[in-house]
């Protein structure tokens, strides 16, 4: 059997070039890149790696692949990139995506740099495969990238069920077996057949509730964040490059935080979870426009500001601004009467969830429990916070 | 032990007067009316019954009464409401409803002449408990009366979770050791603690979902309106009184329905699968107000009507008109900053699924499949449909 | 989507001849037959039809086809056969076989009659299937037929599954997508493949426990018992003939009981669950050879002897007497370095399993609980029983 | 909610000195110790951590004292116990246990000096508990210490479900919820309740299966011995010392094990699972005495002699013979007409998995793959095998 045995989907039937992708260093790195990072703080069983994430989603191209009844040359292009879809995540995942963006000027979907030479451009040449087409396809360019990268993708479908199912909550409204039949090209584009506008919310749904419940949580967040400016420093101010960096297992990452004086305070206290505490939590209403539009430089600035008037030490606030709310699922095409129609043109769902996200959205401003309280006062000043 | 294995709950412990009234013949009877009534023509694993779901009701009350640390006298009453809600069911459940209300003028939920006397009486006084006090909680009066039957109860907990269990349909997006846990009184109303917006929000999307996918499928609500219209006529038509009727199981209704000339077809149909077609799917803004406030003679006149002048035999035609879409979980109360407040008040997601609920709704007529295409023609005619 | 949902596995997409199969007489009959007869009276959520597993049946011949890359036209014979394996069975499954097999002479698997001409004739022909061959195959014939009945058949990996998943024991401990997928042919016999000993245990395991704790529960088979005396005597004192009865559903037959004087007592007391109770429950070791021999009708006749002698009415004791153990498991071909084994030769569990279901084996006698004491005093005297 | 979402058992409620135990180093340092060492090698699945087990541990003791209805001081320090049942376990848990006992001189149970002083003696102090008492109950002594530490303890109950759990294999084949409900005391002896020899099978059986399957599946015991020899070499050949060692996490070893030139090899194949494969994989009957007596320096003695002999470098042979096949499982005490048996004494299923332990037994000598042939010859002769 070359079957591996999966806790979500099963049995995984490894073929092809994707048996021998599975021994690269660079697919294996990923059991070291937990799926979920700092959200096992709140859910201790969600210790779940993006190397079982990437095989899941491995499985549901394929099994897309085979209702769509692609079988030429093409789909094993789409497999091997479906497996390859996240060795361009830095260590932590999404929690290092943005110092990476900010330093390399890349995003963990543009791998070219990755699959251009050694051991991963090897194995797949040596399948006929060409690592360009791979990597483009990893990037969601051209009609069947769509399988790998887009609002209808597998890869979403597949993480919404695994983290549903390692964290215990049951909010993974997904339901793979369906998405994969229901998939179809019309005119080039991906769209859900006829029929199933609630299977494109069931998405949405999926998306928002685990937004609230698990991605977002305040105790995840904050300790990402703490994660997220020990990393900055680490590069700041040691000779590590940020591509090395790049490169890091999650245990990488906590080591070298560790070893390093100026960001061995807030590794210690991740590792034994002595995390820093909301001193403000503000609704999106509350936040004005120029703090929305601040940017990273600015939102540093502004925390050195708060440290030093307060006397604090510095790393000692950290202010937390996510993004405007967004649902790529909302753009899904459906099939509906005929016509190929975008999810928020049907769905009257779309608006309330959207307006739900927007609902639930928080600033948060963090820092050690002593000072929370000054904290608070001052950065509610420093902000322009309302309400 | 007196625990019970549950597939949805695991071990269920029955003590007290619930384990008498577990044995009563009205208790008993709840094993032969199925939970999803024609459901199972669609999801074949759906076979689970009111049995069943009377315990797990009986098993949340008990939890959310021991975390509500309530213990003293009435606790039992609402463990024994618990077990007993669903006794005041008809064969089929919900199927039949509306012809018990026309006939008897009795709700399932009205249970007092069910426990007045008998062998419920019995074994309720038995226990110390007072059987008018448990037929009012049932009904969902008083302040404890809420966990047994209001927008919070602990029924819709269950048959969401149970139903997704056992159609396989993984959108009963509920998590009962929540909900149980962060039930709270506040001023002798139940509301969910601070926090628990999204928790609330669960609901009425696991309610929304299941809607979409199980409880409104087109071919159930075709098998549920003949079996509705059958049981009608064999009322009309035979000697049978409503009362022995309403008492009935799911099986001695078909078996009865096959023995009365007048209804064997519908009944052969029905074991056989050979259901009517939809000869009109209207969406609600088609429908004219009229049609919408018609009521149940006024539609069985017109289908009778349809049939006469298509020259179609009785009961060929039938006219399937929902009420307005409603969704109860709405009115839930949440504490919000302190306060309590309604969901619709707070959640965004509300609109956006009420929009969803009425943009699903939709007026049947079903026909044999041969007299589909002549049918929808003429009852869009005499039905004023348009769109 | 020709896929139907099912709550074991997910997903089965319904093709060819199976899908019209589905829609007969014969196969939908099968919704009102239980996969598990009286056993809902112990584990409430185990109202599964036969119907559902015949759908896992076919669904799991489907995908070990696949694996063994036959997909000629005796596929879908197979596929057929194993649609349709469960056809043959009366109302109540196994607990009525043993009444059928008295009076017609014809075990579930023989299904010849069923199949040779009427409307499953007619759809198998249409689709160019041969009705006898596909009987063949149910009855276990010719190297295919292996598949659909024999040791290593597809029928007790679903059942042992779908049992435990609706009993909520979690004993199944059987891994089908392992199962389909280290099916071999070796010289025409049906073997594991290599490594595979454990997969082979793993069924054995599988039933000893579900027998200890689920098939063999003691409450259900009294209600068994009770249902098969009452039916036989429902067959001797009524009109009714063996084949009509063969062909009942399982409230058919329940409705029946209760139309019938003579059966009516026995009736009520299982729709209330009132019990019999276990007079006697003996080891097979305290069990003379003679009581293990002596067959139906000298049961039936120890069975009046007591009633009598005790001055009891007829039908108030009940003596149940199961075959000596056996577990057709045992003979399962494996591969072992290169060879064909039988898993009783290569497996020392296979003793302590067989020795274990000898140790849980019992003989009942059941009575009225009032008559328990009397009844126990002398069955024991009257069978011989020691120990 | 003190609760915390568990994916096993729901909701786990913390209380008392749990709360406070959760956030001292010493348990937080568990989410770092991986609870199947090198057996996501085979199963990607199983990352989940002894953290998650240690909560689940502490969550199934709650329940055992709540059903045998202890709640004095006792049952807080049994509580505690649970919840640090695994403090004393070195990196990657059992993998290098055998390490530490002898260096150290001690087993992973022996937590005396852990809760000593420092945190974690604060903490029980601070909530009236004696730590010796603590870690006396750890160690299995005392009454109470069965329920932590025993052929009953709730230990095993976790594990063999959470195990099952997370690899997604389906033979976990223990129902917690019935283990925590038949526990009982008979004169201070743990033992099942009349009733249950099946539920204590079902332990053994679990045990049996998950051996065969998961724990002793031959790509993890070559990762295992691999990992085992890196350490030893690196604390042979570095300062580092056996104290500091133990306390390691999994990640901080991988670490040391790349940093060190001399395990640098060995360390980079575990990460990139280059394995070594089996040159000898020998069955029980054909293994000599003296081998299964040789001992560990023995054992490393050999495997230098053949290093030695093949010219191949130090490391290049691993000789990993595991103790003699032993099932504590089989002592538990169980109710049997009123008398307590040990399991052994009254079920024959006992003596087959011994035997098939037996048969599952294997010595194996590893080496990398280019001298695996070379190996086995030189090997086989060395240590005698046969068959």
Known sequence: MNAIKDAVHDYIEVDGVARELLDTAAVQRLRHVKQLSTVRLVYPSASHTRFEHSLGVYHLAKQALEHLEISDARAESVRAAALLHDVGH???????????????????????????????????????????????????????GQLVSSDLDVDRTDYLVRDAHHTGVPYGTVDPGRLVRVLQFVDGDLALAAGNVATAE????????????????????????????????LLDETDLDAATFARMT???????????????????????????????????????????????????????????????????????????????????????????????????????????????????????ETHAETVRDAATDALELSG
């Open 90 to 144: 830095g260590p932590y995942g999404h929690q290092t995506e943005r110092i990476i963006e900010r330093r390399l000027g890349r995003h963990h979907d543009d791998v070219d740099h990755l699959l251009a030479d050694g051991e991963l451009a090897t194995v797949l040449e040596s399948h006929g495969l060409e690592p360009g087409a791979v990597a483009d396809l990893i990037a969601g360019e051209g009609k069947l």
């Open 202 to 233: 069931s998405l949405l749904v999926a998306r928002a509730l685990m937004n609230a419940t698990v991605y977002r949580h305040h105790v995840s967040r904050i300790a990402g964040s703490m994660l997220e400016r020990a990393s900055e420093r």
């Open 250 to 368: 999650d245990a990488q990452l906590l080591a070298a935080l560790r070893e390093c004086d100026r960001t061995e305070p807030l590794a210690a206290r991740l590792a034994e979870r002595r995390l820093y505490k909301r001193a403000v939590w503000a609704e999106l209403e509350g936040v004005p426009e120029w703090v929305l539009e601040a940017g990273h430089a600015a939102c540093r600035d502004l925390e050195a500001d708060l440290e030093r008037s307060l006397g604090l030490e510095p790393g000692a606030v950290i202010i937390d601004c996510p993004g405007r709310p967004s649902m790529p699922e909302i753009n899904a095409r459906v099939v509906v009467n005929g016509d190929v129609r975008r999810l928020h043109e049907q769905s009257p769902l779309v608006q309330g969830l959207q307006a739900a996200q927007r609902a639930q959205w928080r600033l948060g401003v963090y820092a050690p």
